[in-house]
């Protein structure tokens, strides 16, 4: 199993510019969330899909769009972007909503951006 | 959700037992403690979980006093691979899928 996948690893855009972030799972999780990390900082929350067909805005929304395409998949929209939006993004799944018991969440890697 | 607060970074010398405290004054019932590694460059990964008392896995310890106000995870002979951020985070063991928070971490940086 692959676990969590992100795409892309690493991209650099303009101000204005917009991009989507491609998360997957293949462990069959029913939870799926989208973070940022900015250097020396925790990690913020900034969507969340609790499961396949619903999404949550978390502590940092503004400036993103979601998208829960189906059980696997959970894709992150900026729309126009800002270098205030330069940060490390990670994608993160569980099996159940996130605090129902055993709540692990498994990370992707991250995608490293850069905006201009 | 019940706020964390932890150091913000701790040294350790490699060999030692390193012990990261986190305090939540304000844990609700149902709220479990919950730690987090991440590695630089790497998403956080899942350490231990705990309700009270002690809990122990092959990574860590985490021990739990009985008003539950506090945890401490407990690292046993760090290695300089042990260098890395530790998230606590607490949260219901049911809240209607409300996220835990991870605030800062504590760095812990391990010293040859």
């Known amino acids: 199993n692959a676990g969590v996948t992100q795409t892309p690893k690493f991209q650099v855009l303009k101000t204005g510019q917009s991009m989507t972030l491609q998360c997957a799972q293949d462990?069959?999780?029913?939870?799926m969330y989208w973070y940022r990390q900015d250097p020396g900082m925790g990690l913020r929350l900034i969507y969340y899909?609790?499961?396949?067909?619903?999404?949550d805005k978390g502590e940092v929304p503004n400036g993103y769009n979601v998208s829960r395409l189906n059980k696997r998949e959970f894709s992150l929209r900026l729309e126009s972007a800002a270098p205030s939006q330069t940060s490390v993004y990670f994608c993160?799944?569980?099996?159940?909503?996130?605090?129902?018991?055993?709540?692990?969440?498994?990370f992707g890697p991250g995608t490293r951006l850069t905006v201009l | 959700l019940a706020k964390t607060t932890q150091p913000i970074s701790m040294d350790s010398y490699e060999g030692q037992e390193v012990n990261i405290t986190c305090s939540h004054n304000?844990?609700?019932?149902?709220?479990?403690i919950t730690w987090y590694q991440q590695f630089p460059s790497q998403g956080p990964r899942f350490i231990i979980q705990g309700y009270k008392t002690k809990v122990t896995n092959e990574v860590a310890s985490l021990f739990i006093p009985a008003d539950r106000k506090s945890s401490t995870l407990s690292l046993p002979r760090v290695s300089l691979s042990d260098t890395a951020v530790y998230y606590c985070?607490?949260?219901?063991?049911?809240?209607?899928?409300?996220?835990?928070?991870f605030g800062k971490g504590t760095r812990l940086s391990v010293i040859a």
């Open positions: 462990m069959n999780h029913n939870s």
């Open positions: 304000n844990i609700a019932t149902n709220d479990y």
């Open positions: 993160a799944s569980s099996l159940l909503g996130t605090s129902v018991g055993h709540n692990e969440q498994f």
């Open positions: 899909s609790a499961s396949e067909g619903t999404t």
């Open positions: 985070l607490v949260g219901a063991a049911y809240s209607g899928n409300t996220p835990l928070v």
